[in-house]
């Protein structure tokens, strides 16, 4: 019977048998899988408060571009009789900014929460990694299921660094975005941002959707390691 080395956090030093082996495998199966059940609740969260910030950013977006057109009025025509309108005007869309400010700074929270999911995930891979490689044999020779499984570990992590990365970077953006806003209310700048930050330039959702089908064939393929142990599924 072929064995390899085992894993120092399942089990003492030495070999597995093949039941062990299956054992390895089935623990590890459910370890990916637990990571990306976990990489599917960040970007949930993540998406929840997307959707609640859409329509304070739409109102503040709004509130600027009024703010902007009656900055920049030279010609009041028939309104030049109303002693201080446009001073109303700005004055009632800066109170409005005022009442939707607080929302949108609320929801920080939530992204960052979504963000620390994700990079948990990314430290229990790690952790996996770590685990992966201290099944293989110093020569490299190493049982082709304990390779595959290895391999599988490694693309997870690969393709969970991608997806985090994207999602790093919208944060970093409206992280930003959200620490001048009160400063840059009448700046083109702001505006720019606010309106990126109803598109999500940095989360490009066919690559994502691309990119979990592809963790979802390595969570298959783990999966299929353990049916070749003539295992029952649900032990899986």
């Excluded at 309108?85 to 700005?90: K, M």
């Excluded at 685990?131 to 304990?146: F, I, K, Y």
């Excluded at 690969?158 to 990365?165: A, F, H, Y």
Aim: proline share 3%.
């Amino acid at each position: 019977m072929r064995v390899i080395k085992s894993a120092n956090s399942i089990g003492s030093s030495g070999t597995m048998d093949e039941d062990h082996l299956a054992a390895v495998i089935r623990e590890f199966g459910r370890s990916m899988r637990e990571v990306t059940g976990g990489l599917d609740d960040a970007m949930n969260r993540w998406e929840s408060a997307h959707r609640s910030s859409l329509r304070p950013i739409r109102v503040i977006l709004g509130s600027l571009s009024k703010i902007n057109y009656l900055r920049n009025i030279e010609d009041l025509g028939k309104l030049k009789p109303f002693e201080g309108i446009v001073d109303r005007a700005i004055t009632k869309n800066l109170g409005l900014l005022d009442k939707v400010l607080p929302k949108v700074l609320a929801l920080a929270s939530d992204f960052e929460g979504s963000i620390r999911k994700m990079r948990l995930m990314e430290k229990r891979v790690s952790e996996l990694q770590r685990r992966g490689a201290s099944l293989l044999e110093p020569d490299d020779n190493c049982e082709h299921r304990v390779c595959q499984l290895v391999d599988n570990v490694d693309a997870l992590s690969r393709k969970l660094r991608q997806i985090v990365s994207m999602y790093e970077d919208e944060y970093l953006f409206r992280l930003k975005t959200i620490r001048n806003i009160e400063e840059l209310l009448d700046s083109k700048e702001l505006y720019t941002n606010l309106l990126l930050w109803t598109m999500e330039p940095y989360l490009e959702s066919e690559r994502i959707e691309a990119i979990r089908k592809e963790i979802g064939t390595h969570i298959e393929e783990t999966r299929s390691l353990v049916s070749r142990q003539n295992l029952p599924a649900n032990m899986f």
